[in-house]
């Protein structure tokens, strides 16, 4: 083992039955995605730096992003992020597009970050997005979509909630507490960092950006005020449009949630674990109405959020919701090859079933029968087919079915109709 190459640090190998859970993921996405009218769309995996470093986070930009030149000296990026990519191809084509827009997109990401539990530097994230809307009510339906998308995993209100914030209705209460404008962008950060610091090291943050006392307990007012949302409209909208859609069992207000991208404007969201084995938060959203114009477009509103496959998968092994039969053959078939005589035979056999339409795996060498049977076993295809000497000679096949272990010798002429009734 010592001389071989080792993947790198922050990346996975996606052996087929670890593709099988990504495309399984992938699949579910699009399902949900799909059944709310949004369409798939993707962007390029390389961009400049440039289109980040007026739209993102400076952490993002300077700290987290896998940054080189390419052969003219440009600096270009692998994509940390998928927003900036959207705003810009939205603006490229603005007058041409018919809004409002849905779309949804679900591809590799990559971040220079410490690889841990629920952090990778490769990872795949589906993004949806609603262009051309400023309701709370689309807000309500991205967060109604993320609700869908558990539920369909079979995650319950008891093992994930989507915390709910205001960045309008925070500002204001900032504001009235006595932070300055000029401050509440550092303040609402730390806010933010409530749940992932010590309380004495949360406060001893505060303190070095200038909270007073009187100010540090006006916050921590605010942050147990439960009902503080119902001062603010848009919250009061989103919950009853949340309540309509049959969700609001999945949701909880966090006057502490604030997301920490600066391009969020209204509605924030993030998703968590409730029973903390997964403390990193699921996902994380909401309004961005500043962004398109930030791009060269004219304004448009926008809502939408972003979710990785590492955190989600974890939770979803961690309660045994990953179906266990996954990773196997995609084939249903195996035709087995007896002899050298009947190699031919069972080529054309083969052939002739997925012209049918059945998924068929042909045993590709000479081996004893038990040899090939233990490998439909392993592989997990449920049927197996036998052309021997007596079957040729009689041109007839043997189907067994390895799930009952039943077996029967049919007319070979007979087999797709056979084949169809068990697939039924």
Same mark, same amino acid.
């Not at 950060?189 to 100010?215: F, P």
């Given at each position: 083992?010592?001389?071989?190459?080792?993947?790198?640090?922050?990346?996975?190998?996606?052996?087929?039955?670890?593709?099988?859970?990504?495309?399984?993921?992938?699949? @579910?996405?699009?399902?949900?995605?799909?059944?709310?009218?949004?369409?798939?769309?993707?962007?390029?995996?390389?961009?400049?730096?440039?289109?980040?470093?007026?739209?993102? &986070?400076?952490?993002?930009?300077?700290?987290?992003?896998?940054?080189?030149?390419?052969?003219?000296?440009?600096?270009?990026?692998?994509?940390?992020?998928?927003?900036?990519?959207?705003?810009?191809?939205?603006?490229?084509?603005?007058?041409?597009?018919?809004?409002?827009?849905?779309?949804?997109?679900?591809?590799?990401?990559?971040?220079?970050? @410490?690889?841990?539990?629920?952090?990778?530097?490769?990872?795949?994230?589906?993004?949806?997005?609603?262009?051309?809307?400023?309701?709370?009510?689309?807000?309500?339906?991205?967060?109604?979509?993320?609700?869908?998308?558990?539920?369909?995993?079979?995650?319950?209100?008891?093992?994930?909630?989507?915390?709910?914030?205001?960045?309008?209705?925070?500002?204001?209460?900032?504001?009235?507490?006595?932070?300055?404008?000029?401050?509440?962008?550092?303040?609402?950060?730390?806010?933010?960092?409530?749940?992932?610091?010590?309380? =004495?090291?949360?406060?001893?943050?505060?303190?070095?950006?200038?909270?007073?006392?009187?100010?540090?307990?006006?916050?921590?007012?605010?942050?147990?005020?439960?009902?503080?949302?119902?001062?603010? /409209?848009?919250?009061?909208?989103?919950?009853?449009?949340?309540? =309509?859609?049959?969700?609001?069992?999945?949701?909880?207000?966090?006057?502490?949630?604030?997301?920490?991208?600066?391009?969020?404007?209204?509605?924030?969201?993030?998703?968590?674990?409730?029973?903390? /084995?997964?403390?990193?938060?699921?996902?994380?959203?909401?309004?961005? /109405?500043?962004?398109?114009?930030?791009?060269? &477009?004219?304004?448009?509103?926008?809502?939408?959020?972003? #979710?990785?496959?590492?955190?989600?998968?974890?939770?979803?092994?961690?309660?045994?919701?990953?179906?266990?039969? #996954?990773?196997?053959?995609?084939?249903?078939?195996?035709? @087995?090859?007896?002899?050298?005589?009947?190699?031919?035979?069972?080529?054309?056999?083969?052939?002739?079933?997925?012209?049918?339409?059945?998924?068929?795996?042909?045993?590709?060498?000479?081996?004893?029968?038990?040899?090939?049977?233990?490998?439909?076993?392993?592989?997990?295809?449920?049927?197996?087919?036998?052309?021997?000497?007596?079957?040729?000679?009689?041109?007839?096949?043997?189907?067994?079915?390895?799930?009952?272990?039943?077996?029967?010798?049919?007319?070979?002429?007979?087999?797709?109709?056979?084949?169809?009734?068990?697939?039924?």
């Amino acid at each position: 083992m010592k001389g071989i190459i080792q993947p790198l640090k922050g990346t996975r190998d996606f052996y087929p039955e670890l593709m099988a859970i990504r495309n399984w993921l992938y699949n @579910t996405i699009r399902q949900v995605s799909e059944s709310f009218g949004y369409q798939e769309y993707e962007a390029p995996f390389l961009e400049s730096i440039d289109l980040y470093a007026a739209k993102s &986070g400076e952490e993002l930009v300077n700290k987290q992003s896998f940054v080189f030149p390419d052969r003219s000296g440009d600096m270009i990026t692998l994509r940390p992020e998928l927003t900036p990519s959207l705003t810009r191809m939205i603006a490229q084509r603005q007058r041409q597009l018919t809004f409002p827009l849905r779309w949804w997109s679900f591809g590799p990401f990559w971040r220079y970050e @410490t690889p841990q539990r629920g952090r990778t530097r490769e990872f795949f994230q589906w993004n949806i997005d609603l262009i051309g809307v400023d309701t709370p009510e689309a807000d309500a339906e991205l967060i109604t979509i993320l609700a869908t998308f558990f539920k369909s995993l079979g995650l319950k209100p008891q093992d994930v909630n989507i915390q709910v914030n205001d960045r309008h209705l925070l500002d204001g209460e900032l504001a009235g507490i006595g932070f300055p404008a000029d401050s509440r962008r550092e303040i609402s950060r730390w806010i933010d960092r409530r749940d992932k610091l010590g309380q =004495a090291e949360w406060e001893e943050y505060g303190s070095n950006l200038g909270v007073s006392n009187t100010q540090l307990k006006a916050v921590k007012q605010l942050l147990k005020n439960d009902d503080l949302w119902k001062k603010s /409209n848009e919250l009061v909208r989103a919950f009853a449009a949340l309540n =309509a859609m049959g969700m609001m069992e999945y949701i909880k207000y966090n006057p502490a949630v604030v997301r920490g991208l600066d391009y969020y404007t209204g509605i924030v969201f993030e998703a968590f674990d409730i029973s903390g /084995n997964v403390p990193r938060a699921i996902m994380g959203g909401g309004r961005y /109405n500043n962004l398109l114009a930030d791009v060269g &477009g004219e304004p448009l509103p926008a809502t939408g959020f972003a #979710m990785g496959d590492v955190v989600i998968s974890l939770i979803l092994e961690g309660k045994g919701l990953i179906p266990k039969e #996954m990773g196997g053959s995609p084939a249903s078939i195996l035709v @087995t090859v007896f002899d050298s005589e009947r190699l031919i035979t069972s080529l054309e056999l083969a052939a002739e079933l997925r012209s049918a339409g059945f998924m068929v795996a042909c045993y590709p060498e000479l081996a004893k029968l038990p040899k090939q049977f233990k490998y439909a076993d392993r592989m997990r295809i449920s049927t197996v087919i036998v052309i021997g000497p007596d079957e040729a000679a009689s041109d007839q096949v043997t189907i067994k079915d390895l799930t009952t272990g039943k077996q029967q010798t049919i007319s070979r002429r007979d087999t797709v109709k056979i084949l169809m009734g068990l697939k039924a």
